[in-house]
């Protein structure tokens, strides 16, 4: 369980913030004699499965909202390339700077280098390889981001420093503010080189050593110091350094298969989110019967019972109009067995 600042355990708000829904999942990638690639949609958090892919060096990587990703391998030429889960990568284009670790947001490819004349995060042109500076993360702090992701939920990008004082940091893309989330990970040698964000939580991958350790994710929604939670590694025998995507619902598995499978599943979304007083909430049910739509704040308190009743088979939409106050929050959509929650931000 997670202890939240409120001093409440709740182990139903765990259940939702810390297991991701099912339409999401994790990529992962180490380098090093091209090691396989894996995939897992987290189902059995924390003791989750994963698929192996193709074999691949990746030192940092990073995914658009439509599933495209952005690899990097070499650490000091560093080269780019294209993949998709089922694509082999190829190559795009050498970088004008070395990377250790990629982040996509605001339709950008981010990267931080270690070894430019600034150490700092870049933008990078996925066309042209051609990085420029954005963001001084090093002078005065020594921060030094080899593991690097973005949340759209904020809109700010998160790294992870071994270097400095060390721990996970939100970076604000516009004025390059950094402020410390949590400190080290509970491991041995507190190393973590790989980082993806998705549904507002923080996974820690390329934890570094031969040790067994495991991974790690943070639940953006405590706030500040709150707990790690550890989850298995595929890769615990390997020293390890890489780099992890998060990818949406699009990247199924078996994609000749995901129609079929998607006509049985419960899906739900938020639009637009960030939510500016009015939201609608689109939903899909696979089955007619019972469903209803509450929204919690992030100690497990209802705040609004959006729907509840009989529903029909097939998809619909539900207008809310919010009198809450600004802040995070989870809508979550139950129908027979199934449940789907999404994290969003009400901004007022």
């Known amino acids: 369980m997670i202890t939240f600042r409120s001093g409440f355990l709740i182990s139903f708000v765990l259940a939702l913030l810390i297991v991701p829904a099912a339409n999401g999942g ?3 990638g180490l380098q090093g004699g091209a090691p396989p690639t894996y995939f897992s949609e987290l189902d059995s958090f924390p003791d989750v499965t994963w698929t192996q892919y193709y074999n691949f060096d990746v030192l940092g990587a990073a995914a ?13 030429n560093t080269d780019l390339y294209k993949a998709t889960l089922s694509m082999s ?8 700077e070395s990377m250790q670790s990629l982040a996509f947001g605001r339709d ?4 931080f280098s270690n070894f430019a004349s600034v150490k700092g995060i870049y ?33 700010m990008l998160y790294g992870y420093t071994e270097y400095g004082t060390s721990g996970l940091y939100s970076i604000d893309i516009d004025t390059g503010d950094m402020v410390q989330i949590v400190g080290t990970i509970p491991a041995s040698n507190g190393q973590g080189r790989g980082l993806a964000v998705g549904n507002n939580t923080v996974y820690l991958t390329a934890t570094r050593g031969d040790d067994a350790i495991p991974y790690f994710a943070y639940d953006l929604s405590q706030g500040t110091n709150g707990e790690w939670v550890e989850f298995t590694n595929p890769y615990p025998a390997y020293h390890s350094t890489g780099g992890a995507a998060w990818l949406s619902e699009s990247a199924g598995i078996d994609d000749q298969n995901s129609a079929t499978e998607d006509e049985n599943l419960l899906q739900f979304s938020i639009s637009p989110n960030p939510v500016m007083s009015h939201a609608s909430f689109n939903y899909q049910l696979p089955l007619a019967g019972n469903a209803s739509l509450t929204v919690y704040d992030t100690s497990g308190r209802i705040q609004s019972s959006v729907m509840n009743g009989a529903f029909e088979t097939g998809s619909g939409e539900v207008s809310w109009n919010s009198d809450l106050p600004s802040g995070i929050y989870i809508a979550v959509l139950r129908a027979g067995n199934q449940t789907v929650s999404r994290v969003f931000v009400l901004m007022k």
């Open 108 to 111: 950008t490819l981010w990267g």
């Open 64 to 76: 658009t909202p439509e599933d495209t990703l952005y690899l990097c391998s070499s650490e000091f």
């Open 123 to 155: 933008s990078i042109n996925t066309q042209t390889g051609q990085a420029t500076f954005e963001i001084d993360t090093y002078t005065g702090t020594s921060y030094r981001f080899f593991a690097l992701g973005y949340n759209p939920v904020d809109d």
């Open 89 to 96: 990568p190829e190559f795009i284009a050498e970088i004008s």
């Open 26 to 28: 994790l990529f992962a």
